[in-house]
């Protein structure tokens, strides 16, 4: 069936770094945007970054520009995100998302079940 | 780019109809019929409801629909059930480096 499973949370130290991974499958996954999107506890979606089908174009959440990178690898139906110089602010439920595009039209109709990354001294 | 804006909270007993609105600018809402709407239960992923302003996804009931006026989107549900108390968040996309973006939520209370 379709779907999308996350790992790679976990408590980390500030100023470290965490790579977090989702597996996709069911789908054609070179065909679809993937995002990632976070929500820290008791708190609303916030959007993080948007990868294009080919990996040609991304884009990232003011909050973390500069400091997390998203990719892709379709060969193996993966996508991550690279976070470094990690903040207390950073600390959320990190869910992966197909858009249901090729690129960013906000619409996500697939989502994990979500990573919990804290970032804590 | 700023958050789209939600009523913290509605409610309504079994039956009745609500509308959740959600107010952006010219620049998302008024300027791309890209709107989204979600519904999340507690401790759950966020589940599409409704997607390209009016658009429903296979599977979700058709009590559930979406509109658009000017800046401001609108999600109505109908014929109101016990399950349909979560909270509700609208998504827009902006065009902008920053493409989507999201209004702060809405908790749905079904009395």
């Known amino acids: 069936q379709v779907q999308l499973v996350e790992s790679g949370g976990g408590v980390v130290q500030p100023g470290r770094s965490l790579r977090l991974s989702c597996a996709a499958s069911?789908?054609?996954?070179?065909?679809?945007?993937m995002h990632w999107v976070r929500q820290a506890p008791g708190k609303g979606l916030e959007w993080v970054a948007v990868?294009?089908?080919?990996?040609?174009?991304?884009y990232y959440a003011d909050s973390v520009k500069g400091r997390f990178t998203i990719s892709r690898d379709n060969s193996k139906n993966m996508v991550y995100l690279q976070m470094n110089s990690l903040r207390a602010e950073d600390t959320a439920v990190y869910y992966c998302a197909r858009d249901k595009y090729s690129s960013s039209s906000g619409a996500l109709d697939i989502w994990g079940q979500g990573t919990m990354v804290t970032v804590s001294s | 780019q700023s958050a789209l804006t939600q009523p913290a909270s509605v409610s309504g007993s079994p039956g009745q109809s609500i509308t959740i609105s959600c107010t952006g600018t010219s620049s998302d809402v008024g300027d791309y019929d890209y709107v989204s709407w979600y519904q999340q239960h507690p401790g759950k992923a966020p589940k599409l409801m409704i997607y390209?302003?009016?658009n429903r996804p296979s599977g979700v009931s058709n009590r559930f629909s979406g509109s658009k006026s000017g800046n401001t989107a609108s999600l109505t549900i109908s014929g109101l059930q016990a399950e349909d108390e979560a909270d509700y968040f609208c998504s827009a996309y902006t065009g902008s480096s920053t493409p989507v973006v999201f209004g702060g939520g809405t908790k749905l209370t079904v009395l």
């Open positions: 990868i294009y089908y080919d990996g040609s174009d991304k």
């Open positions: 069911g789908f054609t996954f070179s065909s679809f945007g």
């Open positions: 390209d302003v009016s």
